[in-house]
């Protein structure tokens, strides 16, 4: 009986890892807000600051525009896309659900999750220290981590995927209206009393802490943005 088989691929080790370089490099400076909301650019300007072709340029932009972070502009070059609030109304509710169930799996796995809730606290130690340095900057990237950390560790790796995109856009708003927004005292409260449930491995707990600082934060956001 014949066995059909797929043809190995041919080797290009080039295009796909610069085309992966370029998605990481541009993706990481929208959420950082050094391309903030409304910039707009060329690709080959983009390419010869990354120093390569346009090629892998034009394959990140469109796994970005693809992920809703830019719009390709015909004949213009790429914009990256302003934050609409009620787009990101819609995407923290998603969020707040993803990572409540997430929070509620973390607490359930007990031990297993003492690593996760380590680079939690280590995460809050250096938001909290951002923060008395007056570095927003810092502040908002150290706060990403411990939501990364909490949705890598939760034990479901497919719902830490479908969270990937809308904690994304959450960064970036978080990234640009930091210096808008008054100053976050509570975000380290916040995260102790997530922590808290965690390590007392309650569930509920857990996912109402987690509901409770998103929704705060959330709504810092939206103001600052003013809706």
């Not at 295009?15 to 950082?32: G, M, Q, T």
């Not at 996760?116 to 990237?141: N, S």
């Not at 927004?181 to 916040?190: L, V």
Request: proline residues 6%.
């Amino acid at each position: 009986m014949r066995q059909d088989r797929v043809r190995p691929a041919e080797p290009s080790p080039a295009r796909p890892s610069l085309a992966e370089a370029a998605y990481a490099a541009l993706k990481a400076s929208i959420l950082e807000g050094l391309l903030p909301p409304g910039h707009e650019a060329v690709e080959q300007a983009i390419a010869d600051q990354l120093g390569m072709s346009r090629t892998p340029v034009h394959e990140a932009v469109l796994r970005l525009q693809h992920e809703g972070m830019v719009r390709i502009l015909p004949r213009r070059g790429v914009m990256v896309l302003p934050i609409d609030p009620e787009d990101l109304r819609q995407t923290y509710q998603v969020l707040i659900a993803l990572e409540g169930e997430a929070a509620a799996l973390l607490a359930a796995r007990g031990a297993g999750a003492q690593g996760t809730l380590a680079a939690m606290r280590e995460a809050t130690v250096a938001m909290v220290a951002a923060l008395e340095a007056g570095d927003r900057a810092g502040w908002a990237a150290a706060d990403d981590r411990f939501h990364r950390a909490l949705l890598a560790g939760c034990g479901n790796p497919k719902l830490a995927r479908l969270a990937e995109n809308a904690a994304d856009q959450a960064q970036r708003a978080r990234a640009a209206t930091a210096a808008r927004r008054p100053e976050p005292e509570t975000s380290g409260i916040e995260h102790d009393a997530i922590m808290a449930a965690l390590a007392a491995g309650d569930p509920e707990a857990a996912r109402t802490a987690l509901a409770r600082h998103r929704a705060r934060a959330s709504a810092d956001i939206l103001r600052a943005l003013g809706r």
